[in-house]
């Protein structure tokens, strides 16, 4: 019954300075800054408020919810993110 793969979707975002370049053969091995992940169907916006402040705003289009993954901080410590639910 079944088998083969299901197909599957995220969205990502890194904190990176502002002259990093994106290989886009290598950019899946790397280790980035990544600061939230989450379903292709959550739409995000993000804003810096600031050189250490970075916020993002995220809206599920899901009718059945999403998995998510949330960081506070950058791996440096300097960039604080919050996040905002969108309605």
């Known amino acids: 019954m079944g088998g083969g793969a299901a197909g599957y979707c995220y969205k990502r975002v890194a904190v990176v300075k502002a002259d990093f370049k994106l290989v886009a053969t290598t950019e899946q091995s790397q280790n980035h800054?990544?600061?939230?992940?989450?379903d292709c169907s959550v739409d995000i916006s993000i804003h810096?408020?600031?050189?250490?402040?970075?916020?993002?705003?995220?809206k599920s289009n899901s009718r059945?919810?999403?998995?998510?993954?949330?960081?506070?901080?950058?791996?440096?410590?300097?960039?604080?993110?919050?996040?905002?639910h969108g309605t």
């Not at 059945?64 to 905002?84: C, E, L, R």
Request: charged share 20%.
């Open 64 to 84: 059945i919810g999403f998995s998510g993954w949330f960081s506070p901080k950058d791996k440096s410590g300097n960039v604080n993110v919050t996040y905002i």
């Open 48 to 58: 810096w408020k600031s050189e250490s402040e970075l916020s993002i705003k995220y």
């Open 33 to 38: 800054n990544y600061v939230y992940r989450g």
